[in-house]
């Protein structure tokens, strides 16, 4: 009877933390996302997170010997108005064994409105596009769908910084990629700071039975 009693307990404890930690990604994720958008536009998250940047900061994999090394030396820190959020060795020591390389969202992650599909199904309609055997008013309405939605592709958000900092690589599709900073402040989640790797606005082409 302990032993079930037990195991219960270890059940609900599971569920609670876990219930606990979507809660603080979605108002993570509140804060990222724009809350005003474009008239007929929607929001599309990729569901499969970027595992590439998952447990990548300042372009390094945190679990590398350079990082642990720079960690060591407390190199690896952010200034924000006086305020230091520094990545300890604790820090990446906790990153590299409980988080995953792999982890797909779900919407409990997310506020309201925001919708995941799958890098798939994304790759299908942009197939679609690019498919010239098929009638132009096919590949429009794929390029259609495509262009209403304002899409992102996230990692896991990691914590440093006593917990008070979240670093979460991000690609917004066809116009840039980095990542961002984001700090609690008054237990609420606010974005102080972007930073952006790459500019894709000027190197988007529309396709030619667009225009």
């Known amino acids: 009877m302990k032993r079930v009693t037990g195991i219960l307990l270890v059940l609900f404890l599971g569920l609670a933390c876990t219930s606990e930690k979507n809660q603080e990604m979605k108002s993570l994720f509140h804060s990222v996302l724009p809350s005003v958008l474009p008239e007929g536009s929607s929001i599309w998250v990729i569901a499969e997170s970027d595992s590439a940047s998952n447990r990548t900061m300042f372009g390094m994999d945190i679990c590398s010997t350079e990082f642990f090394q720079r960690s060591l030396l407390g190199k690896n820190r952010m200034i924000f108005d006086g305020r230091e959020a520094k990545m300890t060795i604790w820090d990446c020591i906790s990153t590299c064994l409980n988080e995953s ?50 899409i992102y592709r996230f990692s896991k958000p990691f ?29 609420i989640w606010v974005q102080v700071h972007q930073q952006v790797y790459k500019d894709f606005e000027n190197e988007f082409i529309v396709p030619e039975f667009i225009l």
């Open 101 to 150: 390389k792999s982890f797909r969202f779900t919407e409990e992650h997310f506020p309201e409105g925001v919708e995941l599909v799958s890098q798939d199904y994304l790759d299908s309609l942009q197939k679609v596009v690019d498919n010239k055997m098929l009638g132009d008013s096919i590949r429009r309405d794929a390029f259609r769908m495509i262009n209403s939605k304002v």
């Open 159 to 187: 914590f440093f910084g006593n917990g008070n900092f979240a670093l979460i690589n991000y690609s917004k599709f066809s116009v840039n990629e980095g990542y961002l900073v984001i700090e609690k402040k008054d237990k």
